[in-house]
């Protein structure tokens, strides 16, 4: 095999094919970031719960999820010119197109519930190389907004 991905005898590689693996692949991840802290830098106490939330949703959009361990990250609280630290768990996916476009209502419900109920000054989704923040969540199912109490 040369550097351009074909072999010696020019024709390209089908990886799949060598491999034994179905054909088609996914090349688009979508990683939500799992608080441990609130927006004033207070421990949540139910990360886990929200993680195996996440976990199930994306392995039904992907097929399958990995849970990364905490990471140690901080943002820039402007309002109070500070950084707070805290350990956000990344569970991420390869997304199968047809599950993901099915799924976006329920993602959209997941990810502005969990901004509500852990108070989040912002919730990080990345997907496909970009970086999304939600920073304005949806009322609840009652339209009551739970970060108000």
Not at 33 to 50: A, L, M, S
Not at 91 to 103: A, C, N
Not at 131 to 148: A, L, V
């Amino acid at each position: 095999m040369n550097d351009t991905g074909h072999s010696d005898n020019g024709s390209e590689l089908d990886l799949a094919d060598e491999l034994g693996a179905e054909q088609g692949f996914s090349h688009q991840v979508l990683t939500l970031y799992i608080p441990n802290k609130d927006r004033e830098g207070r421990e949540i106490g139910t990360q886990r719960k929200w993680v195996l939330e996440a976990a199930r949703l994306l392995a039904y959009i992907g097929g399958g999820v990995t849970i990364m361990p905490p990471v140690e990250g901080g943002w820039h609280d402007s309002g109070k010119d500070r950084l707070l630290w805290e350990r956000p768990v990344l569970v991420y996916t390869y997304i199968k197109p047809d599950k993901f476009l099915e799924s976006l209502p329920r993602l959209r419900e997941f990810l502005h519930r969990m901004g509500r109920e852990t108070r989040q000054g912002e919730v990080a989704v990345e997907f496909d190389g970009e970086f999304y923040r939600i920073n304005e969540y949806d009322p609840g199912s009652e339209g009551h907004d739970e970060s108000s109490d």
